[in-house]
C-alpha cells in the first residue's frame, strides 16, 4: 500500500478507547441510576458507529449502512432521554452537556468530516470541562469525583488525539491495537498517579478549600490546555492538507 492510498482517519482501536474514556465521564457527570443506563445506551451506539467503519472496510457495505443508521439512531435516543431524564435542573443540564460532550468525541473520530476531527474533540472536552465545573458548582458531588472526572476528561482528550496524529502517520487501517492500548495504560498510568497525589495532598490538615472553588481552578486548568490544543490545532491555523 503506497502513501497516497493511506486513509488519514483516526485509528479504529484509539477511537474506540477514545469513546470508551467518553463513557466513562458520562457516567461521572450521572447523578442517578436512570442517567447512567442512558450513558450506557449511548456508549452502545456510539460503539456500533464506529464499528460500521471497520464492517464496511471487510466489504459489508449494507451491514455497514445499517450500524451507520442504527448507531446514530441510538445516539439521539440517549441524547432525548437525556433532556427528559428526571433529576434537578442544574443535574439534568450537567448530564446533558455530558452526553452532547460525547457524542462531539465520537463525531470527531468516526469521523463526520475529516477537518473536523480535532475541533470536535476540543469542544467535547469543554463540554466535558463545563458540565464537571457546573455540576461541582451546584451540587456536593465531592473533590474524589470532581478529580476523577477531570482525569478522565484528560485522559479522553489524549486518547482521542493519539488516535487522530496516528491515523495521519499510518492510516486508519494500520494495526495499532498494541500501540493504542500501550498509550491508553500510559495515560490511565499518569492519571491514577495524579489521582493519588491528589488523595495524598487532601489527607493533610490545609484550610478547608471550598468546592466550587476548586472546580473553577479545575476548570481553568483544562481551559487553559484546550487554548494550548487550539493554538496548534489545523482548524484554527487554517492548514489543510
Given at each position: 500500500m503506497g502513501p497516497s492510498s493511506i486513509v488519514k482517519q483516526p485509528t479504529y482501536a484509539g477511537g474506540a478507547f477514545a469513546v470508551l474514556a467518553a463513557a466513562c465521564v458520562t457516567g461521572v457527570l450521572a447523578s442517578r441510576s436512570v442517567q447512567v443506563s442512558i450513558a450506557g445506551v449511548e456508549t452502545i451506539g456510539s460503539l456500533l458507529l464506529l464499528g460500521s467503519g471497520v464492517v464496511r472496510r471487510r466489504g459489508y457495505r449494507v451491514l455497514?449502512?445499517?450500524?451507520v443508521?442504527?448507531?446514530s439512531g441510538i445516539v439521539c435516543l440517549?441524547?432525548?432521554?437525556s433532556f427528559l431524564a428526571p433529576g434537578g435542573?442544574?443535574?439534568?443540564?450537567?448530564?446533558?452537556?455530558?452526553?452532547?460532550?460525547?457524542?462531539c468525541v465520537v463525531l470527531g473520530v468516526f469521523p463526520l468530516y475529516r477537518s473536523w476531527t480535532r475541533p470536535l474533540v476540543?469542544?467535547?472536552?469543554?463540554?466535558?470541562?463545563?458540565?464537571?465545573?457546573?455540576?461541582a458548582w451546584a451540587t456536593n458531588i465531592g473533590g474524589p469525583r470532581l478529580l476523577l472526572g477531570?482525569?478522565?476528561?484528560?485522559?479522553?482528550?489524549?486518547?482521542?488525539?493519539?488516535?487522530?496524529?496516528?491515523?495521519?502517520d499510518v492510516g486508519r487501517s494500520a494495526r495499532t491495537y498494541t500501540v493504542s492500548v500501550t498509550?491508553?495504560?500510559?495515560?490511565?498510568?499518569?492519571?491514577?498517579?495524579a489521582g493519588t497525589v491528589a488523595v495524598a495532598v487532601s489527607s493533610v490538615q490545609l484550610p478547608p478549600i471550598p468546592i466550587a472553588a476548586l472546580a473553577l481552578l479545575l476548570g481553568a486548568f483544562l481551559l487553559l490546555l484546550f487554548v494550548l490544543f487550539?493554538?496548534?490545532?489545523?482548524?484554527?491555523?487554517?492548514?489543510?492538507?
Open positions: 455497514g449502512g445499517s450500524l443508521v442504527g448507531g440517549a441524547l432525548g432521554l435542573p442544574f443535574e439534568r443540564l450537567s448530564f446533558l452537556g455530558g452526553t452532547v460532550a460525547m457524542a476540543g469542544i467535547g472536552v469543554a463540554l466535558f470541562s463545563c458540565s464537571l465545573v457546573g455540576l477531570v482525569g478522565l476528561t484528560i485522559v479522553t482528550w489524549d486518547v482521542a488525539e493519539h488516535a487522530i496524529t496516528l491515523g495521519d498509550h491508553l495504560a500510559g495515560s490511565l498510568g499518569v492519571g491514577l498517579a487550539l493554538g496548534d490545532s489545523e482548524w484554527l491555523s487554517g492548514r489543510r492538507d
